[in-house]
């Protein structure tokens, strides 16, 4: 359950989860798919394709999205769907697939960190139901973004941005509730909202001058590297020409003046 430590100011709000059972009533996930919001989806999008970048330069590291995430043998419709999350080591893929994580499984683990993006149509369930889920995973750092500021004020809410984290006695506590950016040692990273708020990256540096980029991004970036480099190799070659001429144009008039004396 749910247990304030203290209430001084709202980024240094904390809450602890107490691991607790691994399954309570009206944690079973609906069999339906609730349909999402344009910000919803881009934000998901954004941070997924940020995270899948990094992880391929990352051994054993696989990023999903609404993979189930299952820890109770006994009651496989009770888990999550994380938006997005990092999965470190990577459970090994049956027939070149992986439809779930079940940690129960030897090569299972929980994720090292997730992100649910709050829903418009449902934000209490990611405020209030979510950290209890996820404790009870063992997810390692769960994010909890809210980008359209949806989050009900009976829950201290909203926030921008909320982090919660696993200490070494197993109890899962908010350490961050407020606008961000806020430090991810999962990630070594800082969660930087952008764009008003509408988006979630993910920065070397808390100012988020230093954003981790999508592949899209990278190559693009590469591509202006290799034209400026062109740019630069064209306009010495023209450079060079150009004083070769001049030297040229130099010698020729010597040689005149030289060949009436």
């Given at each position: 359950m749910l247990r304030f430590e203290s209430m001084n100011t709202a980024r240094h709000l904390k809450l602890v989860v107490n691991r607790?059972?691994?399954?309570?009533?009206?944690?079973?996930?609906?069999?339906?798919?609730m349909p999402q919001s344009i910000v919803h989806n881009e934000s998901t999008g954004s941070i997924e394709a940020v995270l899948s970048f990094w992880a391929h330069t990352?051994?054993?590291?696989?990023?999903a999205r609404d993979l189930a995430i299952r820890w109770d043998e006994r009651n496989p419709k009770i888990g999550v769907?994380?938006?997005v999350c990092v999965l470190c080591p990577a459970p090994p893929l049956e027939n070149g697939d992986l439809r779930s994580v079940r940690t129960w499984i030897p090569g299972h683990e929980a994720p090292i960190f997730a992100v649910e993006v709050v829903s418009n149509t449902n934000p209490r369930k990611d405020y209030?139901?979510?950290?209890?889920?996820?404790?009870?995973?063992?997810?390692?750092?769960?994010?909890?973004?809210?980008?359209m500021l949806a989050g009900p004020r009976s829950h201290g809410g909203p926030y921008r941005l909320q982090l919660w984290r696993r200490g070494e006695n197993g109890e899962?506590?908010?350490v961050y509730a407020g606008s961000g950016p806020v430090y991810s040692p999962a990630l070594n990273g800082y969660l930087v909202p952008?764009?008003?708020?509408?988006?979630l990256r993910i920065a070397d540096d808390e100012a988020g001058l230093h954003?981790?980029?999508t592949a899209e991004e990278a190559e693009r970036a590469e591509k202006e590297v290799e034209r400026k480099a062109k740019e630069e190799e064209r306009a010495a070659k023209e450079e060079a020409l150009a004083r070769i001429a001049l030297l040229e144009a130099a010698l020729c008039k010597a040689t005149k003046e030289s060949s009436r004396t």
């Amino acid at each position: 359950m749910l247990r304030f430590e203290s209430m001084n100011t709202a980024r240094h709000l904390k809450l602890v989860v107490n691991r607790g059972p691994q399954s309570r009533r009206g944690w079973e996930l609906s069999e339906e798919t609730m349909p999402q919001s344009i910000v919803h989806n881009e934000s998901t999008g954004s941070i997924e394709a940020v995270l899948s970048f990094w992880a391929h330069t990352r051994a054993n590291t696989r990023i999903a999205r609404d993979l189930a995430i299952r820890w109770d043998e006994r009651n496989p419709k009770i888990g999550v769907d994380p938006d997005v999350c990092v999965l470190c080591p990577a459970p090994p893929l049956e027939n070149g697939d992986l439809r779930s994580v079940r940690t129960w499984i030897p090569g299972h683990e929980a994720p090292i960190f997730a992100v649910e993006v709050v829903s418009n149509t449902n934000p209490r369930k990611d405020y209030e139901m979510a950290p209890e889920k996820y404790a009870a995973s063992g997810t390692g750092e769960l994010c909890i973004f809210d980008p359209m500021l949806a989050g009900p004020r009976s829950h201290g809410g909203p926030y921008r941005l909320q982090l919660w984290r696993r200490g070494e006695n197993g109890e899962f506590r908010r350490v961050y509730a407020g606008s961000g950016p806020v430090y991810s040692p999962a990630l070594n990273g800082y969660l930087v909202p952008i764009e008003k708020g509408r988006k979630l990256r993910i920065a070397d540096d808390e100012a988020g001058l230093h954003l981790w980029p999508t592949a899209e991004e990278a190559e693009r970036a590469e591509k202006e590297v290799e034209r400026k480099a062109k740019e630069e190799e064209r306009a010495a070659k023209e450079e060079a020409l150009a004083r070769i001429a001049l030297l040229e144009a130099a010698l020729c008039k010597a040689t005149k003046e030289s060949s009436r004396t």
